[in-house]
């Protein structure tokens, strides 16, 4: 670590207030990502190794439809296996070629859960060997819920990714290479910049322009839409993210790839994308050009939904680690937050996202919110109870109970599966906050229009 950074770190500590609580992960089992990246990937095939309790969460909580015929399933642990009796090589080459044989996929990710990691499951050493005699890419990933959140099964995905050889082995020149469209001379010169995290392709198309905008080129998006065009990464390449739980991921590209880590703020609200796409552009010394004109277009059409929460209070209890990006968003758009909890907290590669909070904080005069890491859930309903906030964004398990007393909440998933990235999808963020503040207004219009007819 340089000095810089030591003396930014030992500023942060002092300006932000962390605890650190000892609950456990209130959280969705992490091998919930499945949800989304097979959606994402659409040449690859998911296969989740664990218990029937793996099986009923994925059937029950993805919601397995009728007519769809999903590209994951479960390979399920029987007493023979996790006793030791049966060769996990052989069960596996058996499934394997029956996907390969139905399905066809490009690559299959073999998903480890809480099971294989009791018992030692050599998925790793097992892998490598089995692609060379199947002729088909594996990719294993330990998304089990005993060590990682709700999102982190991403990270971990994402991470084993980048650690693929390219399929090509020629190395290209790092002086700059950036293709120029035939039609269209705005890009300039500057090195490859690959971007990571998973994210619909409205949204990538989205962020892609606005770079194109201030004439940066994106080599490639970690995942890709189909496995056989997996970006190249070389030494040297920059990469950034584009969400905050992706921590194992940036450290992989950093350590095993040697590419160099863009650290900026998430391109969560017009203040974050700002944020982002400005610090992309310091990095390429490019002079950034409207983004100021754009975040205001875009606080501008926000006015009606910051009416109805400027002023009101939240509390996050923690559940999909982006939490801190959701909070600085709420902060400038005038909501009080109290406290944001967060099951797991990487300071270095959150870093950017901490300072641009507490910058937020200065310029609205309001006090830095306390982050609490692992939170309690005990502890927070008491203090949510002494503090009586408008909202509370919480994990799917604790919204009915607080409900029934009279809480208003609103589910953290659900930012997980909004399209919330970039300046045009601020608006679901907010929309997504003042459904509850929505909600409610009508109910108590709809209770004074009946006791005036009463009367």
């Not at 959140?149 to 971990?156: K, V, Y």
């Not at 971007?195 to 998006?221: C, R």
């Not at 959150?350 to 005069?365: D, H, I």
């Amino acid at each position: 670590m340089t000095l810089m950074k030591q003396v930014e770190n030992e500023e942060l500590k002092e300006k932000i207030n962390f605890e650190c609580e000892t609950g456990n992960y209130h959280t969705f089992c992490p091998i919930s990502c499945v949800a989304w990246l097979y959606q994402k990937i659409e040449d690859s095939f998911f296969l989740v190794i664990g218990t029937k309790t793996c099986g009923y969460f994925l059937q029950n909580a993805l919601g397995v439809m009728i007519f769809a015929e999903p590209r994951y399933a479960m390979a399920e642990l029987e007493e023979g296996d996790i006793s030791a009796q049966l060769s996990d090589y052989e069960e596996l080459k058996r499934l394997c070629l029956q996907v390969k044989r139905d399905r066809n996929p490009s690559v299959i990710f073999w998903i480890g859960t809480c099971t294989t990691e009791i018992i030692k499951m050599d998925l790793e050493g097992i892998a490598p060997k089995l692609e060379v005699e199947i002729d088909l890419p594996i990719v294993v990933a330990r998304a089990n819920g005993l060590d990682y959140a709700f999102t982190q099964g991403e990270d971990t995905v994402l991470a084993a990714l980048a650690q693929r050889p390219n399929q090509e082995k020629s190395k290209p020149s790092l002086d700059i290479v950036t293709p120029i469209d035939s039609q269209d001379n705005n890009f300039v010169k500057h090195p490859p910049l690959i971007l990571f995290g998973s994210i619909p392709d409205p949204v990538v198309n989205q962020l892609t322009l606005e770079l194109k905008k201030q004439g940066i080129y994106v080599s490639g998006w970690l995942p890709s839409k189909r496995y056989t065009e997996l970006p190249l990464i070389y030494e040297g390449n920059y990469v950034c993210g584009v969400n905050p739980y992706l921590s194992r991921t940036a450290t992989t590209l950093m350590r095993r790839r040697k590419c160099k880590l863009i650290g900026a703020p998430f391109p969560i609200g017009p203040d974050g994308t700002r944020a982002w796409l400005e610090k992309i552009c310091s990095v390429f010394e490019i002079q950034p050009k409207g983004l100021k004109e754009r975040e205001e277009e875009i606080w501008e059409k926000l006015k009606y939904y910051i009416s109805l929460i400027d002023g009101k209070s939240v509390f996050f209890m923690g559940d999909n680690l982006l939490e801190i990006s959701l909070a600085r968003f709420l902060i400038r758009s005038g909501m009080i937050v109290f406290e944001i909890g967060i099951p797991y907290m990487d300071k270095r590669y959150q870093g950017a996202e901490l300072q641009l909070l507490q910058k937020t904080c200065k310029e609205k005069k309001v006090p830095i919110p306390i982050i609490v890491e692992k939170p309690d859930n005990f502890n927070q309903v008491d203090r949510i109870r002494d503090m009586k906030p408008d909202l509370v964004i919480t994990g799917m398990a604790h919204a009915n109970p607080l409900e029934a007393r009279g809480i208003n909440t609103k589910w953290s998933v659900e930012f997980t599966f909004a399209q919330i990235h970039g300046f045009t999808n601020a608006i679901e963020v907010l929309e997504l906050v003042t459904r509850p503040l929505r909600r409610n207004q009508k109910l108590e219009k709809i209770s004074s229009e009946r006791y005036t007819d009463r009367r």
